[in-house]
């Protein structure tokens, strides 16, 4: 079973399904293992690692940016999603299930009081013109909603599938879009470490990493600093991949942005590798990903080249790194992000 006990209410009922139903799989899903295989489900995930390891496993599974477009009209008879924490993509899937649920299907959400699951069930029960019932187990909720012979007016999902320019740095179109963190915003500690480029002392790189790029912000700033270096970039989200790409062409960026969970395919070592790690699966705080990405870093870099790491304050880098870098060079601490130069 999965960690996540909200996630676990849906898995034991995703087993007894017989007809045709929809789950909705994104990055609480860790470790299902234990869930035989059920024909009767189909899967969508916007995480590379969770759709990768649901289709070894045999589920009928496919990764893309929560695209249903492929999918028929009222196709389904339950959808089942476990609360994600951005609400331009919850109402996205409400604004879905809506279309792909057979008059009378249910709609089924897992999740927290504190992450807002009454709110979404009530709004859900709107959009779909049906009746929604709430149970609580332990500190968990499943919400079903049901679905009326004709739905209401759709949520705001921010347009949800539309690439835009949202953002501008140092001249620079930025293209982004819901689906991913930060998504409409400049990351501070991302910022501060584009800020250092022109003061680190480094070598000029032919090779960079962008490790879990996102939309590509550090790929952008990097390619004005080092205009003539190939970079890659990689992320498991789905929308991140999408919005990098597209800010690779539009920036004629020299390299390539692979989906990958922490660069996993990725075997050729780089000059310079650039990250500022996640520190949240889902709703929670995850310690050990900083570690995962730091032991990639290792394993990527080129001799003689070095990892620039940007992480909020209460991050334990410097213990961290040590098990990888025989150096761990503090560049800049301003009392909210920490930037380090890890090279050996």
Not at 80 to 86: G, P
Not at 105 to 110: A, F, N, T
Not at 144 to 151: F, N, V
Not at 328 to 341: A, P, R, T, W, Y
């Given at each position: 079973?999965?960690?996540?006990?909200?996630?676990?209410l849906?898995?034991?009922?995703?087993?007894?399904?017989?007809?045709?139903?929809?789950?909705?799989?994104?990055?609480?899903?860790?470790?299902?293992?234990?869930?035989?295989?059920n024909?009767?489900?189909?899967?969508?995930?916007?995480?590379?690692?969770?759709?990768?390891?649901?289709?070894?496993?045999?589920?009928?599974?496919h990764?893309?940016?929560?695209?249903?477009?492929?999918?028929?009209?009222?196709?389904?008879?339950?959808?089942?999603?476990?609360?994600?924490?951005?609400?331009?993509?919850?109402?996205?899937?409400?604004?879905?299930?809506?279309?792909?649920?057979?008059?009378?299907?249910?709609?089924?959400i897992?999740?927290?009081?504190?992450?807002?699951?009454?709110?979404?069930?009530?709004?859900?029960?709107?959009?779909?013109?049906?009746?929604?019932?709430?149970?609580?187990?332990?500190?968990?909720?499943?919400?079903t909603?049901?679905?009326g012979?004709?739905?209401?007016?759709?949520?705001?999902?921010?347009?949800?599938?539309?690439?835009?320019?949202?953002?501008q740095?140092?001249?620079?179109?930025?293209?982004?879009?819901?689906?991913?963190?930060?998504?409409?915003?400049?990351?501070?500690?991302?910022?501060l470490?584009?800020?250092?480029?022109?003061?680190?002392?480094?070598?000029?790189?032919?090779?960079?990493?962008?490790?879990?790029?996102?939309?590509?912000f550090?790929?952008l700033?990097?390619?004005?600093?080092?205009?003539?270096?190939?970079?890659?970039?990689?992320?498991?989200?789905?929308?991140?991949?999408?919005?990098?790409?597209?800010?690779?062409?539009?920036q004629?960026?020299?390299?390539?942005?692979?989906?990958?969970?922490?660069?996993?395919?990725?075997?050729?070592?780089?000059?310079?590798?650039?990250?500022?790690?996640?520190f949240?699966?889902?709703?929670?705080?995850?310690?050990?990903?900083?570690?995962?990405?730091?032991?990639?870093?290792?394993?990527?870099?080129?001799?003689?080249?070095?990892?620039?790491?940007v992480v909020?304050?209460?991050?334990?880098?410097?213990?961290?790194?040590?098990?990888?870098?025989?150096?761990?060079?503090?560049?800049?601490?301003?009392g909210?992000?920490?930037?380090?130069?890890?090279?050996?």
């Amino acid at each position: 079973m999965s960690q996540d006990n909200a996630l676990n209410l849906l898995l034991d009922m995703l087993g007894s399904e017989h007809e045709p139903c929809l789950w909705i799989a994104d990055e609480h899903v860790t470790s299902i293992q234990h869930i035989p295989v059920n024909p009767a489900v189909e899967v969508i995930s916007n995480r590379f690692d969770v759709a990768d390891a649901l289709s070894s496993q045999g589920w009928n599974c496919h990764f893309s940016d929560l695209d249903f477009s492929h999918l028929d009209d009222q196709s389904f008879t339950t959808v089942y999603f476990r609360l994600a924490k951005e609400k331009p993509l919850v109402n996205h899937v409400i604004n879905q299930a809506a279309r792909l649920l057979k008059p009378g299907g249910r709609l089924i959400i897992s999740g927290e009081k504190q992450q807002g699951i009454k709110t979404y069930a009530k709004k859900a029960g709107q959009c779909l013109a049906g009746k929604a019932e709430i149970k609580k187990h332990g500190k968990h909720y499943l919400a079903t909603i049901s679905r009326g012979q004709q739905t209401s007016e759709l949520l705001d999902d921010k347009d949800y599938s539309r690439l835009r320019s949202t953002l501008q740095y140092q001249g620079m179109d930025i293209t982004s879009k819901p689906g991913q963190f930060g998504w409409d915003k400049l990351d501070k500690g991302s910022v501060l470490l584009a800020q250092q480029f022109g003061e680190i002392q480094i070598n000029a790189p032919s090779t960079i990493l962008d490790l879990g790029c996102g939309y590509g912000f550090l790929s952008l700033a990097a390619h004005q600093q080092w205009p003539d270096a190939q970079i890659t970039a990689t992320d498991n989200n789905a929308a991140g991949l999408i919005s990098c790409q597209q800010n690779f062409s539009q920036q004629a960026i020299t390299g390539e942005v692979i989906a990958a969970n922490c660069a996993a395919c990725v075997t050729k070592k780089h000059d310079l590798i650039l990250c500022n790690p996640p520190f949240h699966q889902g709703f929670s705080v995850e310690s050990d990903l900083t570690e995962h990405f730091i032991s990639t870093a290792k394993r990527l870099c080129q001799p003689g080249g070095c990892a620039l790491f940007v992480v909020n304050c209460f991050i334990p880098l410097e213990r961290l790194a040590k098990k990888h870098f025989e150096q761990q060079q503090l560049l800049v601490n301003d009392g909210h992000f920490k930037i380090f130069k890890l090279y050996n």
